[in-house]
């Protein structure tokens, strides 16, 4: 079957750049990452770009999972996690190691991505916590994904392709309406004035509130912005 995501598979360099630099092309490499200190043993991420651009790790996705590790350690542990554009797992496989959480932890992507999520989860020792899964944006929900009803959602840097904002919106809504109470955490960089369309569709659509965090003012000068989505009542 076709697909109907438009994505583009490699495209780290072709976005445009109205407001913030973008990140530089990088070699394949495993580094260990510890997230200023909040990850004790720090996490071991193999970044290659050789399968798409969700194989470097983005600035929206240190955010968010700073912000997990921070505020959520002790929060979690019956929520069911659901990450999307996951990319190499980065946010994800941060919370399976720091923060206390009960039930398995899925990181979605494209087919593309899977490899390298593989590759990320096998790193740390998490193959029995966390899972890599093919979640297509504005494609039917996967079954696995409908029966675990996941009520804790995680996005960062999903926002960069305006022709799947549509898509993205629309999974957001499938999810937000599979289980009312579920809560999206979504980090956001603000690269192009297109992008500020996605947050008005958005608003729109759902509650958005922007989450208060003691990074707010570092962060925000990035163009960078942390928000909850919840379905409207
Ligand atoms: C900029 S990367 C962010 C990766 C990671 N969340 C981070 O912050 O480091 C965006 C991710 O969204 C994924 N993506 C883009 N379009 C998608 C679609 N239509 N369906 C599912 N995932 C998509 C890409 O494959 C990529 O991994």
């Not at 697909?3 to 530089?24: A, K, V, W």
């Not at 919370?95 to 087919?111: F, K, L, N, R």
């Not at 599979?178 to 809560?183: D, E, P, Q, S």
């Amino acid at each position: 079957m076709a697909s109907r995501s438009p994505s583009p598979q490699f495209s780290p360099l072709s976005i445009g750049n109205d407001f913030t630099p973008l990140p530089i092309y990088k070699a394949a490499s495993t580094t260990s990452i510890d997230f200023s200190g909040l990850l004790k043993p720090p996490l071991k991420l193999h970044e290659d770009l050789k399968n798409g651009c969700g194989g470097q790790l983005w600035p929206a996705g240190m955010v968010l999972a700073r912000q997990m590790l921070r505020y959520h350690r002790n929060s979690l542990k019956d929520s069911r996690i659901l990450e999307l554009g996951a990319g190499g797992g980065l946010v994800g496989l941060a919370i399976a190691m720091g923060c206390s959480v009960d039930h398995p932890i899925y990181i979605t992507d494209q087919e593309n991505m899977l490899e390298l999520m593989g590759k990320n989860v096998a790193l740390n020792t998490l193959e029995s916590r966390v899972k890599g899964l093919v979640l297509n944006w504005g494609e039917p929900l996967p079954a696995e994904v409908v029966n675990e009803k996941p009520d804790v959602i995680l996005a960062a840097d999903c926002v960069y392709f305006q022709p799947a904002f549509p898509l993205l919106l629309s999974t957001l809504g499938d999810l937000l309406d599979l289980c009312k109470n579920a809560v999206i955490y979504f980090c956001f960089k603000k690269r192009r004035r297109a992008d500020m369309q996605f947050m008005k569709s958005a608003r729109k659509k759902f509650v958005v509130e922007e989450i208060e965090s003691e990074e707010r003012e570092t962060f925000s000068r990035e163009g960078l912005f942390l928000y909850t989505f919840k379905r409207k009542p």
